[in-house]
């Protein structure tokens, strides 16, 4: 089992003013996949406030680290900036699946500015802040990531496979 935590990018859930939805949305989605979640956090559409958050996940060996919020166009949507400056390998597919999972869903898919890569040994995917976008882009890359943090971690152990 891999750890997995949720970081929220939402100036406005940041403050209180709006509950966050697509954080507990994403982690119901890993949980059922059978990741541990780990506690997440929601932090305002800030470059440094966000690398920081990812920076700190990967201190702590998070296997995957998924943001959610600040991949549009607005002028404080700026995760795939922070994501893309903290990453030591970047992983275009990964965006690259969930803008063409999207597109079949709605033409708008391709405004997402989403961004993926590998810090230490974390895997770090950005996902919108829409609930059912998030969940959209998520489950359409969920079983590659699977394959992809055995290849960067490893197999998890399986206590059930332990024998005496």
Do not use: W
Request: net charge negative; hydrophobic share 40%.
């Amino acid at each position: 089992m891999y750890t997995a935590k949720v970081i929220t990018v939402s100036d406005r859930s940041f403050r209180g003013e709006r509950p966050d939805e697509g954080g507990p949305a994403v982690e119901a989605i890993l949980r059922e996949a059978g990741y541990e979640i780990l506690p997440g956090l929601i932090v305002p559409d800030e470059v440094e406030e966000i690398k920081k958050a990812l920076c700190q996940a990967a201190e702590e060996d998070v296997a995957f680290i998924v943001t959610t919020g600040g991949t549009g166009f607005a002028p404080r949507d700026v995760t795939p900036e922070a994501t893309l400056a903290v990453v030591e390998k970047v992983t275009p597919g990964i965006p690259e699946a969930m803008r063409a999972a999207s597109m079949a869903i709605t033409p708008r898919g391709c405004l997402s500015r989403s961004a993926a890569g590998i810090l230490k040994r974390s895997l770090i995917i950005n996902l919108p802040g829409s609930p059912k976008a998030a969940k959209e882009n998520l489950e359409a890359v969920l079983d590659p990531i699977a394959h992809g943090l055995i290849m960067l971690r490893g197999k998890p152990m399986n206590c059930a496979e332990i024998k005496d």
